[in-house]
């Protein structure tokens, strides 16, 4: 079922000032899709909750509208839109066994007990909890409690699903796994979906699309690889996973070889090509050339010793930190600017581990360079 919340805005009476108001949303539209698993992301305070209890119906917007498939709810009360909302409390009742919990909605709703009995043994199976049906709440882990959970919210096939970080009291391992879970859970019931999470990358794992909120505003909608490689703005780039900014100017806008959108000059007036652009900008704008630090490589620091093949050598510096995390080895380098370079360096045992002190360079390819507005 489709969800769409046209110009809302949530005032709440502000706890800093006596008698004065704070929009914890403001101007929202969006419009999730049939059977699309959309997430809410952003810092602390947002306005991702407002926004998901907006939709079940614990809160209506001061403004706006908001409408579940054909029909306007904002008068609907919550226990008639079918929108089944999963906490990260999991609010399973301790008293029942598993299969009981999972059934309970649909006995609410007074279905036959043959009916309930292979319901509820479906959605177990697909959950992988088929055995722990007549176990205690107290007798599972976190990970089993939170999948008793989510399979009593799917076994209802609410028009809507809304979570509101529910695996943020789990292991970071576990939460590896569950994100995976409610990912695989969520296709087989196709069921329309609304994610919280201030998690970037459990964002990225669930998500067909991505909103990103700050102070009450959308800053940005867009696929896992568009919130990522084509952020619109400085605040979604540094959002979402470290980002290295270099002050330029625009030089120009063409269609140059594929993956190559332009070219930029930097604060010493070399050209350099890029391999795309955000929106809104135009030849002679000051703008940010944008690099991730795994899009980064880095050389010995010796002319030319980097410039093989499709890389662009940016400049050099001295490594300030250099720390190894098995898999990887997360550098800062110093090169005169405010701001340290952020690189990563993937595979560690196949590449040269740099140590603190040593000269490096470091150079790109065109089409992991991005430029955002200056604003
Ligand atoms: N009932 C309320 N009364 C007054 N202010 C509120 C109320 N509920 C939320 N707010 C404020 O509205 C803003 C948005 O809150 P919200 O709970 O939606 O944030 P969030 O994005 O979910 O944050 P978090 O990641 O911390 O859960 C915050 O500034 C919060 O303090
Ligand atoms: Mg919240």
Redesign the pocket.
């Given at each position: 079922m489709s969800v769409r919340l046209i110009d809302i805005r949530k005032e709440?009476?502000d706890?800093e000032r006596e008698g004065g108001i704070?929009n914890?949303v403001l101007g929202m539209n969006l419009e999730i899709k049939d059977g699309e698993f959309l997430t809410l992301l952003?810092?602390?305070?947002?306005?991702?909750?407002?926004?998901l209890r907006m939709i079940a119906g614990f809160e209506s917007p001061t403004e706006g509208e908001i409408w579940i498939g054909g029909e306007k709810v904002n008068d609907v009360p919550p226990n008639k839109r079918d929108t089944t909302m999963v906490f990260q409390s999991y609010a399973i009742f301790p008293h029942m066994s598993v299969a009981q919990n999972v059934g309970f909605g649909l006995e609410l709703k007074g279905r036959p007990k043959a009916e309930i009995a292979s319901e509820v043994d479906k959605v177990m199976r697909v959950m992988g909890i088929a055995e722990l049906g007549r176990r205690r709440p107290d007798q599972l882990s976190g990970g089993q409690q939170q999948r008793v959970a989510l399979a009593r919210a799917v076994v209802n096939k609410p028009r809507v699903l809304l979570f509101d970080?529910p695996l943020s009291n789990l292991d970071a391992k576990l939460r590896e796994t569950m994100r995976v879970e409610i990912r695989r859970i969520q296709q087989t019931f196709g069921i329309t979906s609304v994610y919280?999470t201030?998690d970037q990358a459990e964002a990225m794992t669930v998500s067909d699309r991505i909103v990103v909120?700050e102070k009450?505003r959308v800053m940005q909608v867009g696929t896992p690889f568009e919130v990522y490689s084509r952020p619109n703005c400085r605040f979604v780039a540094d959002f979402i996973g470290k980002v290295n900014l270099f002050p330029v100017r625009i030089a120009a806008v063409a269609d140059g070889p594929e993956g190559v959108a332009g070219t930029v000059r930097d604060s010493s007036g070399r050209l350099l090509p890029v391999g795309s652009f955000g929106a809104g900008i135009g030849v002679g704008d000051e703008a940010f050339l944008t690099i991730r630090p795994e899009s980064l490589k880095l050389g010995a620091g010796l002319p030319g010793e980097v410039g093989l093949g499709e890389s662009v050598e940016l400049g050099t510096g001295k490594v300030t930190k250099a720390v190894y995390l098995g898999s990887l080895v997360e550098y800062e380098i110093d090169s005169g600017g405010d701001k340290p370079i952020q690189a990563v360096s993937y595979d560690p045992i196949d590449s040269r581990f740099y140590k603190v002190g040593e000269r490096v360079s470091f150079s790109y390819a065109a089409r992991a360079a991005h430029v955002l507005r200056k604003d």
């Open positions: 709440f009476p706890p704070m914890a952003g810092p602390s305070g947002c306005g991702k909750t407002t926004t970080e919280v201030h909120m009450g």
